[in-house]
Structure formats: structure tokens, C-alpha cells
């Protein structure tokens, strides 16, 4: 009988922590220049996600259930009532992607990006220039590709004109320009939740291709908003079916 609760428990605990990681993700893309079909479609494609696009301003659209919220190139500055709801969302441990453009595509866009992050209590800002022209390759054997759980697994890089990020404090460098000194890609915590951002939309161009790994830059911001269930919970179930299997053993020798 103890042998078979021991392999019992095995089960369970497995049980318990595969249903979690096994559970959908949501993804909402929002913005106003940029083909939103692009990066809903490639999230789409993902096992265990589910994405759509948002319409309307921030504020009226519903976030409840989204993990990765895609901000991509505001056509007008964000209100208050938006960046609150924003901040409501990084609360509650959502991650914002701000994806903008070379400094002389999209200033305006960029400037809109930065002044929103500020609000939130980050600390990147965007340049208005634009490093590296034309499509280049970023590798991690060159060094543009630093060392984080976000860039898990990618190791070549395709991008173009990018506008340079400003950062100081909690914020991290993800990716540099060929210089190894422009940033081009940054990420950071701000209380429960994180943004990530960069400015180059060509970055989707080739997000299927075989000679670059992109989609799984990509894939990655989702993969750590899955939110398995934390040690303590599952062994909170474990030990409930452990007290349950005892309570019937107990029933079968009487």
C-alpha cells in the first residue's frame, strides 16, 4: 500500500504541474500603424495561444485574461485614462511590448512610446536617430545578442534601421547595434509586471524564416507569461490528495 501511494503521489504532482504549463495564453495587439494581422497571426500560430487584436483606445478595451499586450506605434499620445489602464495591467503582472520606429520614421510615435513609459515609472527612452541602415544579422557570436531569459535560444538576430534606447536604473539591455554600443532592444520590471521594447518594425519581415530566430524572440516574451502554478500552491494540492489517499487507506484497513 505505501508503494502505491508513493507512485500515486508522482502522478499527481505531475498531473498538477503539467495542466498548468499546458495552460493558453492570451495575447492582445494594439496600435495604429503598423499591420496588426502580422504579429496576431505569428502568435496565432503558437501552441497554447490564443491572440486578437484590440480596437479602440486602451482605455475601453477589455484586458482581463491577456498576459502580453503588443503597443505598437500610438498615433496620438496616450491619455491618462490610458496609461492607467496600463499601469493596472503591469499590477496585475501583464507585460507591455512597445514596438516603434527609426528615428526619422516615426518620432512622433516614438516620443509617444517614451513619455508613456516615463508615466508608468520605467526607465528606457528612444532616441530620434537610426543606427545600422538596411537589414543586417545580429548574433550572439558577435556579441549583439546579451545573455537573458528573454533571448533564450536566439541566436541570430534580423533586423534594420532601429532608433537607439536611452536606459538607467532596473532597466536591461537585450540586444545591441553592430557598434556593441547602441541598444536596440530593452526589457524591465516595473512592480509585477514588465515591458519590453523595440524599434524596428521590419523585425517581423522575416519572422518565419529558417536563417533567423526571431520567432523565437518573439515566442519568448508569451512562453514567460504562462504562469505555472507556484511550488507552494501545487504542493498545497499535492498535500490535500496525499491527506485524502491516507483518509482512504485508513477506511480500507478498518
Avoid at 29 to 34: H, I, N
Avoid at 77 to 105: C, D, K, P, V, W
Amino acid at each position: 500500500m505505501k508503494k502505491f501511494v508513493l507512485i500515486l503521489c508522482a502522478v499527481l504532482s505531475f498531473l498538477v504541474i503539467s495542466s498548468a504549463n499546458a495552460a493558453t495564453s492570451y495575447v492582445g495587439v494594439w496600435g495604429e500603424r503598423f499591420d496588426l494581422n502580422v504579429i496576431n497571426n505569428f502568435y496565432n500560430t503558437l501552441p497554447d495561444v490564443s491572440s486578437s487584436k484590440l480596437s479602440g483606445t486602451l482605455d475601453t478595451v477589455d484586458l482581463s485574461g491577456i498576459s502580453l499586450l503588443w503597443a505598437v506605434q500610438p498615433a496620438d499620445s496616450y491619455t491618462a485614462s490610458e496609461i492607467s489602464t496600463m499601469q493596472s495591467f503591469l499590477t496585475g503582472g501583464g507585460r507591455i511590448a512597445f514596438m516603434g520606429e527609426h528615428g526619422n520614421y516615426a518620432p512622433d510615435e516614438n516620443a509617444r512610446i517614451t513619455a508613456a513609459i516615463a508615466a508608468l515609472g520605467g526607465h528606457i527612452s528612444i532616441n530620434t536617430d537610426y543606427p545600422d541602415a538596411g537589414y543586417r544579422d545580429a548574433t550572439r557570436a558577435n556579441g549583439q545578442i546579451l545573455d537573458h531569459p528573454l533571448t533564450a535560444g536566439v541566436n541570430t538576430y534580423n533586423y534594420a534601421c532601429f532608433a537607439s534606447l536611452n536606459l538607467s536604473g532596473p532597466a536591461q539591455k537585450l540586444m545591441l547595434g553592430s557598434n556593441l554600443s547602441d541598444v536596440m532592444m530593452a526589457y524591465e520590471n516595473i512592480g509585477d509586471g514588465s515591458i519590453f521594447v523595440i524599434t524596428d518594425q521590419n523585425v517581423w519581415d522575416y519572422v518565419y524564416a529558417t536563417t533567423n530566430d526571431n520567432k523565437v524572440m518573439f515566442a519568448n516574451l508569451i512562453s514567460a507569461e504562462t504562469h505555472p502554478i507556484p511550488i507552494p500552491a501545487a504542493a498545497w494540492l499535492l498535500g490535500s490528495g496525499l491527506v485524502g489517499i491516507l483518509g482512504l487507506r485508513r477506511k480500507l484497513v478498518k
